[in-house]
């Protein structure tokens, strides 16, 4: 019973604090197909003390102590990212009064590689397990070794393929309407003024070609989301929730214009680089 308390009041207050986690990725990748993963979180100081007191809730008897960085929880996530992926490296770290880790991971194969591209995946484990639609929302990858390699992001696929899907669709858009009224524009501003995510791929050496709509050198921006600079533009967040896509490419395009967004709309990113 303590256990289902903890988990009901944990959705409630996610809501309201998934906005203070700002998450960046980084695969680097090198031409036999191995490669490390930097990854940088930022937690606010409100969500930090929520999670404190959350992990203690309901059992004075606890000698567990919540810790953002925790080692042992980061060598596990390293085996959820897939066969032979291994925790390097990490230390605690903190700026502007947010509190975080870097965790520097190795692979030897990208692809048996597997990342979750929900941010809320990063909240520390003491919270309960991520249900089985985050766990589909895996990025995966295929690889060829030569001159040049080539490289293949592909995105998880969101999006039904039955007659039900605009359904659905249309139900899931209609309860976010529901829910994102609760709250005014000053609310909605610090919630999710610290919300940042962006995932990028490096490679080592020069891309000779690629379909990847953000590139930087030999770097591709897979998706970057501000949602500080979407919050300040009122009037572009009202005419996203009018828009009602079909699918989630049509979903993917409405999103990259809005401000503080970049998102690759193609349903695989391929870069080839020697």
């Known amino acids: 019973m303590r256990n289902l308390i903890k988990t009901f009041i944990f959705f409630i207050v996610m809501f309201t604090l998934s906005g203070c986690i700002e998450v960046n990725i980084k695969v680097n990748v090198n031409n036999d197909g191995s ?3 930097d990854e940088k979180v930022f937690f606010s100081k409100q969500l930090v003390e929520m999670l404190s007191s959350f992990g203690s809730m309901g059992d004075s008897t606890s000698d567990q102590k919540f810790e953002l960085f925790n080692e042992k929880e980061l060598k596990a996530n390293a085996l959820k990212m897939g066969n032979g992926v291994t925790f390097i490296s990490g230390k605690k770290i903190s700026e502007n009064g947010k509190q975080g880790y870097l965790a520097l991971y190795s692979f030897n ?3 048996k590689l597997k990342l979750n591209e929900d941010p809320g995946n990063k909240v520390p ?3 309960p ?13 295929a690889f060829s070794k030569g001159e040049p390699a080539e490289l ?3 995105f998880p696929k969101k999006m039904k393929t039955s007659e039900n899907a605009g359904e659905s669709r249309e139900v899931k858009v209609t309860n976010d309407t529901t829910n994102s009224n609760l709250f005014n524009m000053d609310q909605l501003k610090a919630i999710f003024k610290d919300f ?3 995932y990028e791929i490096s490679v080592n050496g020069k891309i000779t070609e690629t ?4 590139r930087n050198g030999n770097s591709v921006t897979l998706f970057e989301m501000d949602f500080s600079k979407l919050i300040e533009n009122p009037e572009e967040l009202k005419k996203f929730k009018s828009e009602k896509p079909k699918s989630f490419q049509e979903t993917k395009d409405l999103l990259k ?5 970049k998102i690759d709309t193609n349903e695989e990113v391929i870069i080839k680089f020697k």
């Open 35 to 37: 490669g490390t993963i």
């Open 109 to 111: 194969d990208i692809t």
């Open 125 to 127: 484990a003491n919270t």
């Open 129 to 141: 397990e991520q249900n089985d639609e985050s766990k589909n929302d895996n990025i995966t990858f």
């Open 152 to 154: 293949i992001v592909r």
């Open 196 to 198: 940042k995510v962006k």
């Open 211 to 214: 379909n990847a709509e953000y």
């Open 257 to 261: 214009q809005l401000p503080g967004f």
